[in-house]
């Protein structure tokens, strides 16, 4: 098996689990008479919290001597702790064991890109070949779960979520080849860790990357958490959730495995612009509720929205970190994009939701558009001139 499929493998493990959590675990949790603010604060606090166990589980994870065995255990450890969410304790307990498998589940995929980035960068393939299997197992999730919901429970969401973060440990094992955190006399102390975070968080160019390229990427917020049950409310059936889901992630494909000479050609600069500026689009019409014909196209907007705000967002770190370093940073990018924006957003997100509908939307037209005024500032960043 070549490598790109072994590596697409472990995406695959990895996003089969937020195919279906990302628009169901919402369904998962009113099943349980949430409201919309208390599912915006369960989904929102490992999100703010990821400014901090971001950054510390990267430096947790560079100090073993193989990039792939924290992985391992944070598969086990993820998968045992969504299988606690079955325990019917309340609110509190449901958002203490929540935190601690989403926090864990949700810093591995940063991780694996650490990995695949630079065995592409040396073996030539396209990163986007892996990356797109691990996006069509998100669309398998998508419909797939979508159709079972109609004919069972929502428990059926917990338990597939489970299955899926015991899968991305195991993938990890078996499919990740035995990458050193490390090249041979570099020091690996705590000092030396620490030292490369300071470094990044107190550069100008890298922040402004990360702020502008999160503020895109966080501005999703409102249509991960709340997409399902405002179509839902609107007449939409769950089944054709999975279907409009997996519209916005095939094109997303589409673009990682077929669009790499053209976005090479643009340039991640060019890449964050057009991203930030196909979400003001994209929010906005859907905060009026268009109807279903409508919505399949704003869905296809998600190859720039997404994928290219994604990959921008991944080169320019790259570009704007060292190898010593790129765990951190990586970890710094997921955990603004995923985590501190993300998180502030769901949180609103859920008032919105319960006091204005799909109206919530126009919260994420603003960060889309905050964020495409700072990648516009990015073209006076002389570490990205080619």
């Given at each position: ?22 628009p ?30 971001a ?5 947790w ?33 449901w ?25 592409a960068?040396?073996?030539g ?13 998100f ?6 779960v979508?159709?079972?919901l ?18 991305g ?40 990357a ?5 503020l ?19 007449g ?52 009026y509720?268009?109807?279903l ?35 951190a ?15 502030a957003?769901?949180i ?12 919530g ?26």
């Open positions: 098996m070549s490598l790109p499929v072994r590596l697409g493998l472990v995406y695959s493990a990895l996003f089969v689990g937020t195919g279906a959590s990302s169901y675990m919402p369904v998962w949790f009113a099943d349980r008479q949430l409201s919309g603010a208390q599912i915006g604060v369960i989904l929102s606090a490992p999100m703010l919290a990821r400014a901090f166990t950054p510390a589980i990267a430096m994870a560079d100090s073993f001597h193989l990039r792939r065995t924290p992985l391992i255990l944070m598969g086990a450890a993820a998968a045992l702790g969504y299988a606690a969410l079955a325990a019917p304790f309340g609110f509190w307990w958002f203490g064991v929540w935190f601690f498998a989403s926090s864990i589940l949700s810093n591995m995929s940063p991780l694996v890109d650490v990995i695949v980035l630079r065995r960068r040396l073996d393939f396209n990163y986007g070949w892996p990356r797109g299997i691990g996006s069509a197992a669309i398998v999730a998508n419909v797939g979508g159709w079972l109609v004919r069972t429970s929502p428990d059926l969401v917990l338990w597939w979520v489970v299955v899926a973060a015991g899968l440990g195991l993938s990890a094992r078996y499919m990740l080849p035995p990458e050193p955190v490390r090249e041979p006399g570099q020091s690996g102390d705590l000092r030396a860790r620490m030292g490369g975070l300071g470094g990044l968080l107190r550069d100008p160019a890298f922040m402004l990360v702020v502008s390229a999160g895109i990427q966080s501005a999703h917020a409102f249509y991960y958490a709340f997409s399902a049950l405002a179509w839902k409310q609107q939409v059936p769950e089944s054709l959730t999975g279907v409009l889901w997996g519209v916005g992630v095939a094109v997303e494909i589409g673009f990682m495995w077929f669009m790499e000479p053209w976005r090479r050609a643009v340039g991640p600069r060019r890449l964050l612009v057009l991203g930030g500026a196909a979400a003001v689009v994209r929010w906005t019409v859907l905060a509720s268009p109807p014909w409508a919505v399949f196209p704003l869905q296809a907007l998600h190859t720039l929205t997404f994928a290219a705000t994604f990959l921008a967002s991944l080169q320019l770190v790259e570009r704007l970190s060292t190898p010593q370093n790129a765990s940073a990586q970890s710094i990018n997921s955990a603004l994009s995923g985590g501190l924006l993300s998180g957003a769901t609103a997100s859920g008032w919105l939701y319960d006091i204005s509908g799909a109206k939307y126009l919260l994420m037209t603003l960060m889309s558009a905050a964020g495409l005024i700072g990648a516009l500032r990015l073209y006076g960043v002389k570490q990205l001139d080619p």
